[in-house]
């Protein structure tokens, strides 16, 4: 399939990714890193308000196990996977993942700042859960050793994000930058507005990434098309 944008280093499809991905090189990818869609029938609120697709909770977890399969035979043995869950979806998550790779690991993502939910009788959602998972061969990651809470990625606003499960691109420069090889291949099956690809491409490694519906290729194209490389990502 022609490639809906394509430069030196990132490539993205507008496809369904469990068609796709079967379509990428064995063993090529070095790392996952991929925002599926979380199967909470995610309706999102202000200027990018939209329904998320394949978001349906039973839908979203049959998306991500198929996807899984499909990709499965690209990941290089010592790949890293990092796959963003809400914590309702984490046992299937960790599930479906644990089909192919080895679980590793919860990351947290602090937000610092509340969210919506019952506001007076829960705890607030100032969190996303990251499981982290690895390949059958270790590679060590890069840099020293932290923390399994990653705190100050502020969560991109509303009024200038143009995905409503938009990552900070910070957030996503530190996971490949600890896990990816210099000229490694990083893997966003779930490309939403290409945040994962704007991270790889600004740090110099290749990726691919899929994204089902236009709108949001088209996002990810404008952003890959304005991406300059930055300084390393603010860790707190
Ligand atoms: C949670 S969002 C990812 C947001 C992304 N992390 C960002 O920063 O913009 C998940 C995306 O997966 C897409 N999607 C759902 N099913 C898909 C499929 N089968 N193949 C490719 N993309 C799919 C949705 O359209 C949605 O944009």
Aim: proline letters at 8%.
């Amino acid at each position: 399939m022609k490639p809906y944008f394509q430069n030196d280093l990132v490539t993205l499809y507008l496809a369904d990714c469990r068609d796709q991905l079967l379509d990428l090189p064995s063993a090529s990818v070095d790392v996952l890193l991929t925002d599926p869609p979380y199967g909470m029938a995610y309706e999102g609120r202000g200027r990018s308000a939209a329904a998320i697709r394949a978001d349906g909770s039973r839908q979203g977890m049959r998306v991500l196990r198929q996807a899984l399969s499909a990709a499965s035979a690209a990941l290089a043995p010592d790949v890293h996977a990092y796959v963003y869950c809400h914590w309702e979806s984490w046992p299937d998550f960790y599930d479906a993942t644990s089909a192919h790779l080895r679980p590793k690991g919860a990351l947290i993502w602090w937000k610092a700042r509340g969210g919506m939910g019952d506001c007076a009788a829960s705890y607030a959602p100032d969190y996303e859960v990251v499981l982290h998972a690895a390949g059958p061969t270790r590679r060590p990651l890069v840099g020293k050793r932290l923390g399994a809470v990653l705190a100050g990625f502020a969560p991109v606003p509303s009024r200038v994000r143009t995905h409503p499960t938009e990552k900070p691109v910070e957030l996503q420069r530190l996971l490949i930058e600890r896990s990816c090889p210099v000229g490694g291949l990083v893997l966003d099956p779930f490309a939403g507005s290409g945040s994962t690809l704007v991270a790889a491409q600004q740090l110099g490694r290749r990726a691919v990434g899929m994204e089902l519906e236009e709108r949001y290729c088209e996002a990810a194209a404008r952003r890959l098309e304005l991406a300059l490389p930055e300084g390393p990502p603010k860790a707190a």
